[in-house]
């Protein structure tokens, strides 16, 4: 498989590893719409290619998204890659479980792409098809601790895109799963715990990027040795895997 270049809408594409998809996407000859709450961020990213069009978007409104998703097919003629990347990385600490926390992480990480897909759905079954990419992370493949919000609602993201996959398939549309590991960004940067094999946003957003116009398999999932680890580890006895998991909590 080898997409060649036309219209994607980018939701989360003002800053961090959708920023940096936005710039390859456009550098490889994509036309390619970006949207995030920061209007200033998103003329930022637009400012590196005429070819990147803003659209500043809150994804907890259901209705803008509607009219965003309509205004991008109306102005751009298709849309035949939509990637969701909005991200609220909500601080959880250990042992507290407050729902404003997880109401907030939940009503961005996820909700925002469940508001997006009908109109999406429709846009792309009139064109004859197309991809829906959604950026997870490793860290929705086990409950470990510190995760808490974030890491619970990528692990929804996951399952609603497993789902996706074969729901979708007879429209001619086809799903992806992004899981990356640790990845420098805004977000990452207010971590104050060890993040091993951090890798640069660009190199995050090559491989992204490389990996859906090339391929057409599920998921997308880096580094490789840390995918690999987190998937064993759902493998574990579950008294092993606690063990493990209270090991890391003690980690700093």
């Known amino acids: ?143 470990l601790p510190r995760g808490g919000a974030y890491a619970a609602s990528k692990s929804a993201l996951m399952t609603l895109c497993q789902t996706m996959r074969v729901e979708l398939a007879p429209r001619n549309i086809l799903v992806r799963l992004i899981s990356p590991g640790f990845v420098k960004s805004e977000l990452t940067s207010r971590n104050r715990y060890r993040m091993p094999m951090l890798m640069e946003t660009d190199e995050a957003a090559w491989r992204i990027v490389d990996g859906l116009v090339r391929s057409a398999r599920f998921e997308i999932a880096f580094p490789w040795p840390m995918a690999w680890m987190m998937k064993a580890a759902r493998l574990l006895p579950y008294r092993l895997f606690f063990w493990l998991s209270a090991l890391t909590l003690r980690a700093r």
């Open 1 to 143: 498989m080898n997409v060649g270049p036309g219209v994607a809408w980018i939701v989360g594409g003002g800053s961090g590893i959708g920023a940096a998809v936005a710039r390859e996407l456009a550098d490889r000859g994509w036309t390619v719409a970006i949207s995030g709450r920061r209007a200033e961020r998103l003329d930022e990213v637009a400012a590196h290619n005429p070819s990147i069009r803003p659209y500043p978007l809150d994804v907890t409104d259901t209705r803008a998204v509607l009219a965003t998703v309509n205004a991008i097919a109306s102005d751009l003629g298709r849309l035949d890659l939509a990637l969701y990347g909005a991200v609220a990385a909500v601080g959880t600490p250990p042992g507290y479980y407050e729902p404003e926390k997880f109401a907030a992480a939940f009503d961005v990480n996820f909700l925002g792409l469940v508001r997006a897909l009908d109109p999406l759905i429709e846009v792309m079954g009139r064109q004859g098809g197309g991809q829906i990419a959604v950026i997870g992370s490793l860290a929705g493949y086990v409950g």
